[in-house]
């Protein structure tokens, strides 16, 4: 197997005083929360599915395989969002935290999709 690797480019800026260094930061943050709040809008979405999932006893392995993906697509999301969040804006918590909390509902429903086929039917 052979890595490929991009090519990766570091830039240094110095602003003409130190209140440049301060503006740069605070639109530096301002755009990371707009990232961030649009990050936890997503996680509020993938939320409800598992909830409407066995709110309405949908145990299907179709349904537990699109939460997975949409899991795997906010762990990466927010991978990234961390990685580019270098002056740790203000949701940074909060948004550990929905994802932690959406991983333990996709969780809790896998559990219950996989345990279905063992149950006896609901009279």
Excluded at 5 to 30: C, H, I, K, W, Y
Excluded at 54 to 70: D, G, N, V
Excluded at 90 to 110: M, S, V
Aim: with cysteine; net charge negative; glycine share 4%.
């Amino acid at each position: 197997m052979r890595a490929t690797f991009a090519n990766v480019s570091t830039l240094s800026a110095a602003g003409r005083g130190p209140e440049d260094a301060v503006r740069f930061q605070a639109m530096f943050t301002a755009a990371r929360s707009a990232d961030r709040a649009e990050f936890l809008a997503d996680c509020g979405k993938f939320e409800a599915e598992p909830a409407k999932e066995i709110r309405t006893r949908k145990f299907t392995l179709a349904e537990l395989e699109e939460e997975e993906q949409s899991m795997e697509r906010l762990r990466r999301r927010h991978r990234d969002l961390t990685a580019h969040d270098v002056f740790g804006g203000p949701e940074a918590a909060e948004a550990g935290e929905r994802l932690e909390q959406y991983a333990a509902a996709c969780e809790d429903y896998a559990e219950r999709v996989l345990a279905a086929p063992h149950q006896a039917p609901e009279r």
